[in-house]
């Protein structure tokens, strides 16, 4: 079975710092995605990447920044962490079009 | 823009009973839908993958349909049970931009 792994379950971290959240697949899949989770909004997507160092914004990049430099790698970075950045982030992957998304079990980060 | 609705937003059920879950979407343009579960402060866990040109996938007491034309699909749950409990989402695949739209989910709750 295809794995998705994030690094924490469980982050806090302080306003201001910089904050990276990891995200490594082990079943060579191309395309990699950053999701946030927050009730009543669903689920939204941050940033996706195609291959190695490709990326794309998604509906609500502001305030991210993300890193691919290996295939099974995807980093979420949030440049100067906010309380509003407060939530469940989710890391999928897949490969091509036909095939569903794999999630990873989630960071439930909170800024204080 | 794809619009992904799922009807009801909360449903609580007797143990053993069958269940339908309801998803419609607002363009047919889609590679394939996916039903994922998620259970409280955890990811999300695939249960079915349905392709455009699919109409049903089963997977134990678990059957997905789609309708793509009239932008619609059904969770059919069979004899239902307390562990059911959770929260099930649908997703579908874009053609234009790669990535997955959710809904919003729909929250079981199955009583012994």
């Known amino acids: 079975d295809v794995k998705v792994t994030q690094s924490s379950r469980y982050l806090v971290k302080r306003t201001g710092e910089k904050v990276f959240l990891e995200c490594v697949q082990d079943?060579?899949?191309?395309?990699m995605f950053w999701y946030r989770q927050d009730p009543g909004l669903g689920l939204r997507l941050i940033y996706f990447?195609?291959?190695?160092?490709?990326?794309e914004k998604g509906d609500i990049p502001e305030g991210y920044s993300v890193s691919r430099e290996k295939k099974e790698r995807f980093s979420l970075i949030l440049e100067s962490a906010s309380t509003n950045q407060t939530s469940m982030y989710l890391c999928?992957?897949?490969?091509?079009?036909?095939?569903?998304?794999?999630f990873g079990s989630g960071t439930r980060l909170t800024v204080v | 823009k794809q619009e992904v609705t799922q009807i009801p937003a909360a449903l609580s059920v007797p143990e053993g009973e069958n269940l339908v879950l309801n998803c419609s979407f607002t363009?047919?343009?889609?590679?394939?839908l996916q039903w994922f579960r998620q259970d409280p402060g955890k990811g999300l866990t695939s249960l079915l993958l349905?392709?455009?040109?699919?109409r049903e996938q089963t997977s134990g007491r678990l059957n997905a349909s789609l309708d793509k034309s009239s932008g619609r699909s059904t969770l059919y749950i069979a004899a239902s049970q307390p562990g059911d409990s959770a929260t099930y989402l649908c997703a579908v695949r874009l053609y234009n931009n790669n990535d997955m739209r959710f809904g919003a989910g729909t929250r079981l709750t199955v009583k012994p």
């Open positions: 349905i392709q455009s040109s699919q």
């Open positions: 990447s195609y291959d190695v160092k490709m990326k």
């Open positions: 999928a992957s897949s490969w091509d079009t036909y095939y569903g998304y794999t």
């Open positions: 363009d047919s343009a889609i590679y394939n």
């Open positions: 079943m060579d899949h191309e395309n």
